[in-house]
């Protein structure tokens, strides 16, 4: 079988390689990223004979289409699961691929939705990578499995099974940038572990632009003499006086800016009290970084509870090393200053700050919609959101006796950005800027009966589940107000006349 590599330049050549009869995984944030990965390894394959495509709840069309017809192995076969046949095309995967491939030396590239992979745990998922392992080398064959969606515990399931996955990395938005992780790699140059670069992807090659270690120690060795110096809004510090001649405290953001466009290294904290503010203080954060660099430390601290999930993340990737939640004491932000001391902001800023904090805003919509739309308007903010922000899809099933009109009756929706429609007999909710650990909080906000007492739980969806929702078909209207009626009196009621006050003895 001829040499296969991963097509990311200036990634070193020892990491790059896979090696005859090995599995290798590659965990993407989105599917987008895994039909990059895709195309790209098949691109620099055209030695080869046959190559098989493969994908689990899609099509795997996106993976080639970027090929010219020139380019990859000499033939390629698809092959395709259904959404509706993902556990079982998981399970089924092994005798899939012996079926699609080739008796020796074939490139499979396979994706795989990362929710098709809860189910297995343990020695489940150790005896499927086995089935994969032992197939791949007993033929010589190599396999590279795309994960894509949420991949976060991926990783940790994977690293105990070295001996039988060859590789495991990981690719992931963070802070505006793109990092490649090498979780550990082997082949024939031997095996690598715990390598972080930042990329981006030109075409549908990943260019490596530095080793996330190397930038690091470079920025820290370029800092100047101010690392130790401490720039604060008097706000912050709640009225307490420089704590040593290395705090400076400035009245107001103006006054702040002016004497942190000076530093170098220094710790910058800026304070907010009020939502209205998130977008000027999101310009002046990514302003400070854009000029003074990565050394700067700059720390955001909530004085009242104003910042949602999606204003903390907007600061974030617009270049804040910290964000500090007002419950936290002024003793324990002073401990919580230290700990950031000597660290560099990791992130990448993106060119246009105006685009970043469009992204960060819920669309003006909200409410009860129609099927039609619910696709239209969750397809449109899953695809532009383009992960900046994590929102939720979530479909749910009323208990027996509840119809989706009564739960629906049950539903307030105060956010802009949420909106619900019933399909199918269920009850499908889109909320904005929803995080998975805040789902449950958010279902006892929205109904004001307990959602527990209406549905019998809760499905999350991705992207793909929403694509292929039949909007056409099984979609209810969204229900009319409650009108209370209005009751007749039974009888007329008699008029009513104040009485006169009269005067004894008669009238003047």
Not at 20 to 28: E, F, P, Q, R, S
Not at 57 to 75: F, I, K, T
Not at 112 to 124: K, R
């Amino acid at each position: 079988m001829k040499t296969i590599s991963l097509a990311i330049d200036g990634l070193p050549y020892e990491l790059t390689r896979l090696r005859t009869g090995g599995v290798y995984w590659i965990a993407c944030a989105d599917a987008a990223h895994a039909d990059l990965f895709a195309a790209g390894v098949l691109a620099g394959s055209a030695e080869l004979p046959l190559a098989v495509v493969g994908a689990l709840g899609r099509s795997p069309a996106p993976m080639v289409a970027p090929l010219a017809a020139e380019q990859g192995p000499a033939r390629i076969r698809l092959y395709e699961a259904t959404v509706a046949d993902l556990p079982s095309g998981v399970r089924a995967l092994p005798i899939d691929l012996a079926r699609c491939a080739a008796a020796r030396g074939t490139l499979c590239v396979v994706q795989v939705p990362a929710a098709a992979l809860e189910n297995l745990e343990g020695a489940h998922l150790a005896r499927w990578c086995g089935q994969l392992h032992d197939w791949a080398a007993a033929g010589g064959h190599c396999v590279l499995l795309l994960c894509h969606g949420e991949v976060a515990t991926l990783a940790p399931r994977l690293l105990p099974l070295n001996r039988l996955c060859a590789g495991v990395a990981q690719l992931y938005p963070h802070r505006g940038a793109l990092q490649y992780l090498v979780h550990y790699w082997s082949n024939a140059e031997g095996v690598f572990a715990h390598r972080d670069f930042e990329s981006e992807w030109r075409g549908f090659h990943l260019h490596v632009m530095a080793d996330g270690d190397g930038l690091m120690a470079a920025v820290l060795a370029q800092e100047g003499g101010d690392r130790f110096l401490y720039l604060a809004q008097a706000q912050a510090l709640e009225g307490a006086p420089p704590f040593s001649p290395a705090w400076r405290l400035f009245d107001n953001w103006s006054a702040l800016m002016a004497g942190a466009l000076q530093a170098q290294a220094a710790t910058v904290v800026l304070s907010i009290d009020e939502n209205a503010d998130v977008d000027a203080l999101t310009r002046i954060v990514f302003h400070l970084r854009s000029e003074r660099g990565n050394g700067l430390k700059l720390v955001v601290r909530e004085m009242q509870p104003c910042l949602r999930y999606a204003d903390e993340r907007l600061l974030l990737e617009s270049g804040a090393s910290l964000v500090a939640p007002s419950s936290l004491p002024l003793a324990r932000f002073l401990t919580l200053l230290e700990t950031i001391q000597g660290q560099v902001w990791q992130g990448r800023l993106p060119q246009d700050p105006e685009r970043l904090i469009r992204l960060h805003r819920p669309p003006d919509v909200g409410g009860i919609v129609t099927p039609v739309q619910f696709r239209q308007l969750a397809g449109e903010l899953l695809d532009q959101g383009e992960g900046v922000v994590e929102s939720a899809v979530l479909v749910l099933q009323p208990v027996a006796g509840v119809s989706p009109v009564q739960a629906l009756q049950q539903l307030q929706m105060r956010r802009r950005g949420d909106f619900a429609c019933m399909h199918a007999g269920q009850v499908w909710l889109f909320l904005f800027a929803c995080r998975s650990d805040g789902i449950e909080r958010a279902l006892g906000n929205l109904f004001r009966l307990p959602w527990r007492e209406l549905f019998d739980g809760y499905q999350r969806l991705v992207g793909h589940d929403v694509a292929a929702m039949g909007a056409s078909e099984g979609g209810v209207a969204p229900p009319q107000p409650r009108q209370v009626p209005v009751m007749a009196p039974v009888a007329q009621a008699p008029s009513w006349t104040a009485p006169r006050p009269i005067r004894l003895g008669g009238e003047r």
